[in-house]
C-alpha cells in the first residue's frame, strides 16, 4: 500500500504538473461553473481546470499533495478550494457540480461502488464526468498504477456504477502516458466520459 504523503514529500511533483491529456482534450466541455476533483493529489488536474475559468474543489486523503496543489495554484495565480479527507468519508453534494474529474483515482471495489453512486447524484443536471484509470492489463505493463488488479477498473464495470448518465466516450484502450516519473510509459487505460441529463 502507498503512503501517500511519504510519495508526494518527494522533491517535485510525483505525476508531473502538466494536466491529464484526456482531461484537456475533454475539459472544454464541462459547463461553466463547479468541478470536483477526486484523489486529486499534487493539484496539477485542479489547477488546469481552475485556469479554464472553473471554480476548482480537489479532495484528497494526503495534506502533503494538498499542500502542494495550493502552492501550483499560486504559482499559476488562479485559485483552488482544497478539502483533506478520506475519500470513504467525502459528501458529495447532490445535484451540485458542474463537473467531476476522476483520473487515476484508484480506490477498492466497495468504495468505488459507493463513490460512482453518489458522482451520478452529486452532478447537476448537464454536468459531466471525466474519468481515466487503469485496467487490469496495466499490471504487465508495469509503468504505474497500482499492483492490484482489483484496484483498476473496466469500462463495463463502469457503465454499471455510473447507471443514470449518457455516455459520450467509453474507451479500453493503451496509450503512452507521461506524467511525472510514476506514470510514464505505455499505460491500459479506460476513457470515459458521460453527462447527467
Known amino acids: 500500500m502507498i503512503d501517500w504523503n511519504e510519495r508526494f514529500a518527494e522533491p517535485g511533483h510525483a505525476y508531473g504538473t502538466a494536466p491529464n491529456d484526456f482531461l484537456r482534450e475533454w475539459s472544454a466541455r464541462v459547463p461553466t461553473g463547479r468541478v470536483l476533483c477526486?484523489?486529486?493529489?499534487?493539484?496539477?488536474?485542479?489547477?488546469?481546470?481552475?485556469?479554464?475559468?472553473?471554480?476548482?474543489?480537489?479532495?484528497?486523503?494526503?495534506?502533503?499533495?494538498?499542500?502542494?496543489?495550493?502552492?501550483?495554484?499560486?504559482?499559476?495565480?488562479?485559485?483552488?478550494e482544497t478539502c483533506h479527507v478520506d475519500l470513504d468519508d467525502f459528501v458529495i453534494e447532490a445535484d451540485h457540480w458542474q463537473g467531476i474529474v476522476s483520473v487515476f483515482c484508484h480506490v477498492p471495489a466497495a468504495l468505488r461502488r459507493r463513490l460512482h453512486a453518489a458522482v451520478v447524484a452529486g452532478l447537476a443536471p448537464g454536468g459531466m464526468l471525466i474519468l481515466e484509470a487503469y485496467t487490469p492489463a496495466q499490471i504487465a505493463l508495469n509503468t504505474g498504477g497500482p499492483r492490484d488488479p482489483a484496484?483498476?477498473?473496466?469500462?463495463?464495470?463502469?457503465?454499471?456504477?455510473?447507471?443514470?448518465?449518457?455516455?459520450?466516450?467509453?474507451?479500453?484502450?493503451?496509450?503512452?502516458?507521461?506524467?511525472?516519473?510514476?506514470?510514464?510509459?505505455?499505460?491500459?487505460?479506460?476513457?470515459?466520459?458521460?453527462?447527467?441529463?
Not at 47 to 70: F, H, I, N, P, W
Not at 156 to 176: F, K, N, Q, S, Y
Open 38 to 80: 477526486l484523489a486529486e493529489g499534487q493539484g496539477r488536474n485542479a489547477v488546469y481546470m481552475a485556469q479554464q475559468g472553473y471554480e476548482v474543489t480537489a479532495v484528497d486523503a494526503s495534506s502533503v499533495g494538498l499542500a502542494k496543489a495550493r502552492e501550483l495554484a499560486r504559482q499559476q495565480g488562479v485559485s483552488i
Open 151 to 197: 484496484l483498476c477498473m473496466q469500462a463495463d464495470e463502469l457503465r454499471e456504477e455510473l447507471d443514470g448518465l449518457r455516455i459520450l466516450h467509453a474507451l479500453e484502450t493503451e496509450r503512452e502516458l507521461v506524467e511525472g516519473k510514476y506514470h510514464h510509459g505505455i499505460g491500459a487505460v479506460v476513457q470515459f466520459v458521460a453527462v447527467k441529463e
